[in-house]
């Protein structure tokens, strides 16, 4: 059933056709479980190699799960995570962190989704008070939830400052891959920062896996435990192995990311200048974030599928996938025109 592209999310997009052949490859015979089988040797050793980590690739079932064990990595029980307010980990995860770990999340407020090294130090204040949960990681997201790229100058002063005060540093990287892809560079130059990171298969073309890589070799004992603990120890494995595998042969996580990064660049270039139309994030991954009046939004939501982020500012977002097309963009972007208030949509006619 053929139906109109959903700019909703890059979870709305199928997978990729080369990860279910791989998944059907490795729906041969029987193999080990729990991960003691040949695609999870090769998948993990692959990510481990991409990363250059030092430390061990754990793979889970979906992002929250990601997220929660690796900060579970970084902290004791009295300690606590330093992260944006907007953080998924924050907002969209249901308490995810509190309850299965019970730690203390420190939100912090930023314009664009980005801690900076004097917003941290600004949270720095309780330490060696009793009373007080001590911070002991950073928590940030590459991409942010605005869509927006830490730059590897940026990501050195977050490490080199968090390394100075004793705090381990944790990336979401649900959308790696397009950070990657924005910044132009490789997976390890981003993870050198990081102690523990995630990488995202799902929003890339996958059906549904992530990776934690472990950078740092003395964070490496008691994972194995802790992902079987918090659930996340597939017995099937070689379906998360292959998944990924499809992802890695002909660096395909790099080519539909980088796709996704263009559609965006092209609706947001599409949408440009349409009055009422107001850009609000610099567009550097597969996110555009936009204001619109609310009755734009509306009739533009009558037809089309896609997220309100912000109510009360009437902001949108907008996302693209690594199936999102030029024409999808192109049929979106017009509509954006055609439903926009008065002039635009007579100076369109
Ligand atoms: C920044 C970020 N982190 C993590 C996730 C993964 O969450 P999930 O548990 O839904 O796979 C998402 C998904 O939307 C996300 O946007």
């Not at 929660?68 to 990595?73: A, D, F, N, R, W």
Request: charged share 20%; aromatic share 8%.
């Amino acid at each position: 059933m053929a139906t109109r592209k959903s700019f909703a999310s890059d979870n709305h997009a199928g997978a990729h056709e080369a990860v279910l052949r791989m998944m059907a490859r490795a729906n041969a015979g029987d193999v080990a479980s729990y991960g003691d089988d040949a695609w999870t040797e090769r998948a993990c050793a692959s990510i481990q190699e991409l990363f250059g980590a030092s430390g061990g690739v754990f793979l889970v079932f979906n992002g929250t799960a990601a997220n929660v064990l690796g900060i579970s990595l970084l902290l004791r029980p009295y300690e606590a995570v330093i992260l944006p307010e907007g953080a998924h980990l924050n907002v969209d995860e249901c308490g995810a962190a509190e309850r299965v770990l019970g730690s203390k999340l420190l939100a912090v407020p930023t314009p664009d989704g980005k801690l900076t090294p004097a917003l941290i130090a600004g949270r720095l204040g309780d330490r060696g008070d009793v009373h007080r949960a001590q911070p002991r990681a950073v928590a940030i997201s590459q991409v942010t939830e605005r869509g927006t790229c830490y730059t590897l100058e940026e990501l050195r002063a977050l490490g080199v400052f968090c390394r100075s005060e004793g705090l381990r540093l944790y990336a979401d990287g649900a959308r790696l891959a397009n950070a990657a892809a924005w910044l132009g560079c490789s997976l390890a130059e981003i993870a050198g920062f990081v102690d523990v990171l995630s990488f995202g298969g799902t929003k890339n073309g996958a059906v549904g896996a992530e990776a934690v890589v472990v950078m740092a070799e003395d964070l490496m004992p008691g994972v194995s435990f802790l992902r079987k603990q918090q659930m996340q120890l597939a017995s099937k494995m070689r379906y998360l192995a292959a998944q990924f595998l499809g992802l890695l042969e002909d660096r395909l996580w790099l080519r539909n990311a980088t796709h996704a990064n263009l559609m965006a660049r092209r609706l947001a270039d599409g949408v440009r200048g349409v009055p009422g139309v107001e850009l609000r994030q610099a567009v550097e991954s597969n996110a555009v974030f936009a204001a619109l009046e609310p009755a734009h939004i509306e009739r533009l939501q009558s037809e089309w599928e896609f997220h309100v982020w912000d109510d009360a500012t009437h902001e949108v977002r907008w996302m693209t996938a690594f199936d999102t097309t030029e024409a999808d963009v192109d049929a979106f972007a017009a509509a954006v025109r055609m439903t926009a208030p008065n002039g635009s949509r007579a100076s369109f006619t």
